[in-house]
């Protein structure tokens, strides 16, 4: 039976305690280990924030029995948990609550939509309870649940575009005794970027795949399934005795352990052309389906290269052929697919370039159709988007790729005029031609430094701003590179509330290599960065991960002034391509770490 009682404004009584609840035992108790910041949940003047979620049930006593207990998310993030027996005094009691006798004041965050409580435990069917509180200024929820041992009880907080803002979880044991338990509620953006002690090692997990002194495992994407695990995809290089790249894909729990139920070990690796006709095979980018199947792309032998697993990692043998795609231009020369991403019709986007026999690259963007199981004919020509943005004999790449909601499609890269290289960003409509509406014909060039200035990933905000980043050269006598970002409106231009005329750079070793290599929209709009940062005087580079404020300006609440390093063992290069937020908002960067001779997959979760 499950029954809810909303409050309005006008049914509140004065503010109050829930002292009638405490109980013989008391104990603290961190609500979320999802992230340390304790944030308020909202300031107002003079009133207690509290959210009541009601669960009661049906017997009077022992643990085979029920409990009536009341969870309140109130001041200063602080939630409290209690719990008394479910006499008929007690019922009794929670009705003339409800009518405003000795019941807390309340007033529900503004930017909460819904409230989510959900209550499960090994031995019992989980209960979900959703509630839209819009509008409201509190909200009752009652449920019935079984005492027993170890009762989750996850209360989530989520605005309106269904995301989880606010979070608190905890796990007690109902006996039928009094117990009252503070707790605390987390902002779920307001991340630190302490290292997650829940995942791995301190945070850190790495993954040797092969095993010769000079082979190396790079992690080149991540992505983030909708059960809470991690996909990691890239390439395993043997050094000898034959130089040969395989396709890789590991799936993480989400603790950091491999998924066994994934090719057993958690980790697939794939020659694709197999057998005697072993291929050159290296993965570059990942994207997850909604059916959860797996698709990666990269380049085998030089060809352009899909391949599609099922979600226990074999091939998807209806997928091409035995579960790959190439597509081989004829030219003779490397075709390369650097990123994918889904349509919502199951369409594959692939975004990469094509080299000629002059050895310029044009840009290229391709549509599969994988119920046709070939090119998507209505898409470009015959499914293929080739563009030569900079001229005869100059380079393009289109390095990433992203859909807006309204389908149009959008390639940021580099072109080289001759003298330097820009960012290029080129956007295509549904049908693969150039949306005119976007820059000078459906493309927009960006000279950040006059020298090399190129982009690796790109994201689209909420408001259809669009944030492409990657590295240029700033400082061009040293050849220091340093952090890019450039935002653009929806029609092209320089977003000038960001950084500087819609330019941000950040050195973060002002004397080395630095680069963003993806980057990833936190629902509040701050922007999340991972990439590399080298110096030119130590071998040792660590993790990289900077946050920036919605104006381009460092977030100096996370980490160090707004940058986390995080190093792996000693004297190691680590280099992370990719970054997912988790719905908790826990970071995940993956990419490789090693010792200058081999490397081995690295991935770090931050809270």
């Known amino acids: 039976m499950v029954s809810s009682h909303l409050l309005g404004s006008a049914d509140l009584p004065a503010a109050g305690g829930f002292g009638h609840y405490s109980g013989e035992y008391q104990s603290g108790l961190s609500m979320s280990q999802r992230s340390p910041v304790m944030k308020r949940i909202i300031c107002i003047t003079g009133c207690l924030v509290v959210l009541l979620a009601l669960v009661s049930c049906g017997s009077t006593s022992g643990s085979s029995g029920s409990s009536l207990v009341t969870i309140s998310l109130g001041e200063d993030s602080t939630a409290s948990i209690s719990v008394t027996k479910a006499t008929l005094f007690a019922k009794l009691k929670l009705i003339l609550e409800k009518f405003g006798i000795s019941t807390a004041a309340a007033a529900i965050p503004s930017n909460v939509e819904t409230v989510r409580i959900t209550v499960d435990a090994p031995d019992m069917a989980p209960i979900l309870k959703t509630v839209n509180v819009a509008g409201l200024s509190s909200v009752t929820v009652t449920v019935d649940v079984p005492n027993g041992m170890k009762r989750h009880f996850l209360v989530e907080c989520l605005d309106i575009s269904g995301t989880v803002i606010y979070l608190g979880e905890m796990y007690i044991d109902l006996t039928g005794g009094r117990v009252s338990l503070p707790v605390s509620l987390a902002d779920l953006y307001s991340a630190t970027g302490a290292g997650d002690n829940t995942f791995g090692a301190g945070g850190v997990v790495t993954t040797p795949v092969s095993t010769g002194p000079s082979d190396t495992d790079e992690g080149q994407a991540i992505a983030m399934q909708s059960d809470g695990k991690i996909v990691v995809a890239g390439y395993v290089y043997y050094g000898f005795p034959v130089s040969q790249g395989d396709f890789l894909v590991i799936r993480y729990n989400p603790d950091g352990t491999p998924d066994q139920t994934f090719n057993r070990s958690g980790i697939v690796t794939a020659d694709l052309g197999g057998g005697a006709n072993a291929t050159d095979d290296y993965a570059y980018d990942v994207a997850i389906q909604s059916d959860g199947k797996i698709v990666v792309v990269g380049k085998s032998n030089g060809n352009l290269a899909i391949a599609r697993y099922n979600t226990d990692g074999s091939p998807d043998t209806v997928f091409g052929s035995s579960g790959v795609y190439t597509y081989d231009f004829g030219n003779g020369y490397e075709d390369v697919a650097n990123a994918v991403a889904i349509q919502g019709d199951g369409k594959i986007i692939v975004a990469g370039y094509t080299t000629d026999i002059s050895s310029s690259t044009d840009y290229l963007v391709i549509r599969y159709d994988p119920v046709a199981n070939g090119l998507d004919a209505s898409f470009g020509t015959n499914g293929i988007v080739k563009m030569d943005l900079s001229g005869a004999g100059h380079s393009d790449k289109a390095n990433a ?74 400082d061009p006598i040293s050849g220091v590179t340093s952090f890019a970002l450039v935002r653009y409106n929806p029609d092209g231009s320089m977003d000038d509330t960001f950084g500087v005329s819609g330019v941000v750079t950040t050195a973060i070793n002002p004397l080395g290599s630095n680069a963003i290599n993806d980057i990833a929209i936190q629902p509040d709009g701050r922007i999340v960065a991972t990439g590399r940062s080298f110096s030119a005087d130590s071998f040792d580079t660590p993790v990289v991960v900077v946050r920036y404020n919605t104006d381009g300006s460092i977030n100096t609440s996370f980490g160090n002034n707004g940058v986390v390093q995080t190093s792996i063992g000693v004297n190691t290069s680590n280099i992370m391509r990719g970054v997912v937020l988790q719905p908790d908002g826990k970071i995940v960067v993956a990419g490789s770490t090693g010792d200058g001779y081999s490397d081995d997959v690295a991935v770090v979760r931050y809270r």
């Open 401 to 474: 790729l992203a859909i807006q909601p309204d389908g149009l499609i959008v390639a940021a890269g580099y072109a080289n005029n001759g003298n330097d290289y820009d960012f290029a960003v080129l956007r295509l409509d549904t049908a693969g031609k150039p949306d005119t509406s976007f820059g000078s014909g459906g493309w927009v060039t960006t000279d950040i430094a006059a020298d090399f200035n190129s982009a690796y990933t790109l994201a689209i905000q909420q408001d259809g701003r669009i944030i492409v980043a990657g590295d240029a050269v700033t």
